[in-house]
């Protein structure tokens, strides 16, 4: 399809392993950004990409997250030793530029920690 | 520091009626504001929205006004209807992001 490609939609991990979540925007979109939702909660910015450089990683909760984007096109987000409070939906949004365009998002990565 | 609020977390309408969903912004950084419409097991997706030299923006049922001096944002919805049930974010554009409010879960009673 052409939307927001998230994989996979579900993943349970036991805590202290390493997780790698993608994301494939729209073709030629070049913002994309990482937000989450934790269970209750609203959607949180983790960070954002214009092109494959990070302008703006200050929603990452801790150094054991990480993000990056190769080509302009797919995004990886990885966490490390992983904790039950990173239990939470992770959604990957692209827009065509940042200014002023809505983006779109995936159906989000469902991530539980046990 | 919650720098976008909607303050009502949830809300119940009659089917019929007009549904009004408020947010509240600090920052006068902002100068894009979308509203978003998000389904249980789904991404959000785009409703509605309005730029910062603007004071109202009309899509058929959906209206949504912006009060800037008041820091104010709300979407109209009129008339309600049940396929109207999930949960609204608003969503404001600045510093080349978009940061969210906390949602408010809107239900359409039949």
Same mark, same amino acid.
């Given at each position: 399809g052409a939307g927001v490609s998230q994989s996979p939609s579900n993943k349970v991990t036991e805590k202290g392993k390493d997780v790698e979540l993608r994301c494939d925007p729209i073709s030629g979109h070049t913002a994309l950004y990482w937000y989450r939702q934790s269970l209750g909660q609203g959607l949180e910015f983790l960070i954002y990409f214009q092109g494959n450089s990070a302008p703006d990683k200050s929603g990452l909760p801790s150094d054991r997250f990480s993000a990056e984007r190769t080509g302009g096109s797919v995004s990886t987000l990885t966490i490390q030793r992983t904790q039950q409070e990173d239990s939470a939906v992770y959604l990957c949004a692209s827009s065509f530029r940042s200014v002023g365009t809505e983006a779109f998002f995936g159906q989000g990565t469902r991530l539980t920690v046990v | 520091d919650q720098q976008v609020k909607q303050n009502s977390p949830s809300l119940s309408v009659q089917e019929g009626r007009i549904s009004i969903l408020n947010c509240d912004y600090t920052n006068s950084m902002f100068d894009y504001f979308l509203w978003y419409k998000k389904y249980p097991a789904e991404g959000p997706t785009f409703l509605i929205s309005i730029s910062s030299i603007k004071d109202k923006n009309e899509d058929g049922r959906f209206t949504v006004f912006l009060n800037k001096s008041a820091k104010h944002l709300s979407l109209h919805i009129?008339? *309600?209807?049940?396929?109207? *049930?999930a949960v609204y974010f608003c969503s404001l554009f600045g510093n080349e992001k978009l940061t969210f409010g906390t949602g408010t879960r809107l239900t359409i009673i039949p």
């Open positions: - | 009129v008339p *309600s209807q049940p396929g109207d *049930s």
